[in-house]
């Protein structure tokens, strides 16, 4: 897409997309990805099955939001090729295009400007050039060490179940969907017939949760290794997680323990308590489930309606409103009862101007959920829990459905595809309204977090 | 419940009373309310048939709150005494009971000290005591004009139907209902065999619209006159109030024009238009409803759920967020997407203070409803639109329903009833720490706004 056109060379478009704006050419470069995308799919050869276009785009929107809401069985109809177009476009969107752009105009040569970097600096919210060269340096390095790392284990599983070639690549394959929580799978059962493998149950949540909390994080603790030197966002996004992680495995054991179709099927409470935690943790945007969202009961689906409206960690993979956000809504709604107007966490404040971010992102968010839902239910037919369900999953880019991803018609199909859009794209732009707002601002010597 | 208890005598019981936090005591006097109306339910000829106790406490509970939702068929089951004494509650409930306590401490000669006055002012959010007693003057001269004048037109339609005295009294009641927006009617089908009716459709809308202002709003209108001189909180609620009117009235229409069970039944469009001019504009708050709710389309319900969680006005009969609230949320998005730190309408700004507020009360109004749906869910059956559209509905103090009300079980109704609860006394003592807050502060040349 953005390279060799023909007449234009590749350094002069690439310049002339820097001096755009910035959220409007991510967004671009995004949409580009899903087209590229959904061409590859009608690709001669590319699938066992024909695709419609419908089914091209919707499928390759889905892979590049790395949300993982599917029409498409994965299990019959795409081939090795297929699957391979699947794993480039999970890997695109999950790294950040950003990223992507920084090494491309580095492999040309191009000098990384000051557009460049500020352009960079919205997608990972960093202002320091320095630590943002690095930050990349990182991200690959992480990237490349867990997906390794991750298919090296799942192959353990998978090698004997497959064979050698077609596990290891399977185990290639779910290690990338984990890492960058796409919750795209090989198997036309997703992991259902997987739930009680020790390996996939401790492999998989750890590849995506570590994926979800977000690359600064992860910079963080690998540079600084002690509670004490973390910075506010990172302790905001540790202690913020596992609190919803808990609360998450909790919530799902104690409201399903009973229900025959999702726990009640397992014998033995060891065994119920790691299928609850799989699921547990998965809404908050990895997407892999262990067992049938539709058989959940409707207050379950509500908890986790919940929790994939809060998504994961800024600078990641996920969808959302992000962890963060919750986290100072909360930190707000405290500070209201105390009767005090500053917020307080770790020993550092937060100032009444992250309180308008956290608000509009909010106000913006639950717009979007009631617009689409509205959407959904004006064009077609649906449950509709069943229909918040699937809004919700494709907001927090999630894609854990009810069933209601195969009854979509063409227009329901583009309110989601939109949804899924705006909930990969749109925390980016904001970020980029977040980054550049506070820059020629008196700086408050305040504790920094993010909220896109 | 606060007079003559016996061996205290009430003048050393009120004094008592404006002793304990005030947050707790106003609870506490919507409780008593409660609880005595429900007893008098449950007098022997109060009813035509005999109400459980759980029938009876629901009926109060929805009077006191001015809520409407009814498990009970007020067409059959009600005889004269038992209208009465639902009229009273509504009244009592609707006036505010701090308006009440001043009158009776007058009454008793009591002198309305120091901390009846904050007392007071928190139920008002009005600081100055002479504005304030002029304020209690004035809700008593709006309320006796608004219900007579419009008991008396109501009667030019009730009279010819059902003669003279039973004719003046369904006037009456019906105008004490809609001014205080408590949507309960002493017919079983409500007003919905009355959809056609002009007189109707102008007198009870234009009743409960002005009842949804606010008495601020009325005070200042009435006094000021001049859009100019109006302070910035009757000019946001006014605007607010006519934007949305318009918007439920224009997509109620746009929605539900060709539904058989709804506009599609009448004939015409002037016809269709003033049906749903009464069904858009009854959502903030009021709760008759002319069509069959379970009717309307699940995208409309949405439509209706998103209005009845903004609600009407503060310091008036309405529950909700309030229209000042979503007004900040929608300003503080737009200040954001602009770059500036500051709100402005009017000519005046807004403080970011003020923003902290509405985080919160619009984060404890979504727990609430969130946890709400979730307990309906949890404990009984039920389709998840109807729960979520009966939870609103409460939460807004607005009384409609798509019939879930009367599939209720006892765990529902002690649900619903704290909804209804805490949507109505909720704001107000959230308005309690609205009004302390800023008190002992440094005062802000900026327009004030209520937020509760
Ligand atoms: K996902
Ligand atoms: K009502």
């Not at 409007?24 to 899903?34: D, V």
């Amino acid at each position: 897409m953005t390279l060799g056109l023909g007449s234009i060379s590749a350094h002069r478009l690439l310049r002339r997309l820097l001096h755009i704006s910035p959220p409007l050419s991510l967004a671009g470069l995004y949409a580009g990805f899903i087209l590229l995308g959904g061409l590859c799919f009608k690709l001669p050869g590319a699938m066992l099955g024909e695709l419609s276009w419908s089914d091209a785009f919707f499928t390759a929107a889905s892979a590049v939001t790395v949300t993982g809401l599917s029409v498409v069985d994965a299990g019959t109809q795409f081939n090795l090729l297929g699957e391979a177009v699947l794993l480039v476009l999970i890997q695109l969107g999950g790294l950040g295009l950003m990223t992507f752009a920084v090494l491309v105009l580095a492999a040309l040569k191009v000098p990384v400007g000051l557009t460049g970097q500020i352009y960079l600096s919205e997608e990972l919210n960093q202002s320091s050039m320095h630590r943002l060269m690095r930050l990349v340096k990182r991200i690959f390095q992480v990237v490349l060490v867990c997906e390794l790392a991750g298919a090296a284990l799942l192959a353990t599983s998978f090698v004997p179940m497959l064979g050698l070639g077609r596990g290891l690549w399977v185990s290639l394959f779910h290690a990338v969907s984990a890492f960058n929580n796409a919750g795209f799978s090989t198997f036309s059962d997703g992991l259902v017939p997987l739930a009680a493998d020790p390996i996939i149950n401790i492999v998989i949540p750890a590849l995506f949760i570590v994926g979800g909390v977000g690359y600064v994080v992860i910079d963080d603790v690998i540079r600084n290794r002690r509670w004490g030197r973390f910075s506010l966002h990172t302790k905001i996004m540790l202690s913020g997680s596992t609190i919803l992680i808990f609360w998450g495995w909790g919530a799902f054991a104690a409201l399903e323990w009973h229900n025959p179709g999702t726990l009640g099927q397992f014998d033995g409470a060891p065994l119920r308590l790691m299928v609850a935690w799989f699921q547990g943790v998965t809404p908050r945007t990895a997407g892999f489930n262990t067992v049938e969202m539709a058989e959940m009961h409707d207050s379950t689906a509500l908890m986790v309606i919940s929790l994939m409206l809060i998504g994961a960690g800024p600078t990641s993979t996920a969808g959302g409103i992000k962890v963060t956000t919750f986290v100072v809504m909360c930190l707000a709604t405290v500070a209201f009862f105390q009767r005090r107007t500053q917020l307080n966490a770790f020993g550092r404040s937060i100032g009444l101007h992250e309180v308008l971010k956290v608000m509009a992102l909010t106000a913006i968010s639950v717009i979007v959920v009631f617009v689409g839902v509205f959407l959904l239910a004006a064009t077609q037919e649906g449950h509709f829990l069943d229909v918040s369900f699937e809004v919700a999953s494709a907001f927090g880019t999630v894609g854990l459905s009810r069933g209601f991803t195969g009854e979509l018609t063409d227009p329901g199909r583009a309110v989601i595809v939109a949804i899924m859009f705006i909930g990969r794209v749109g925390p980016l732009t904001l970020g980029y309204f977040l980054a550049t707002r506070s820059v020629p601002r008196v700086r408050y010597p305040e504790g920094r977090i993010h909220l896109g």
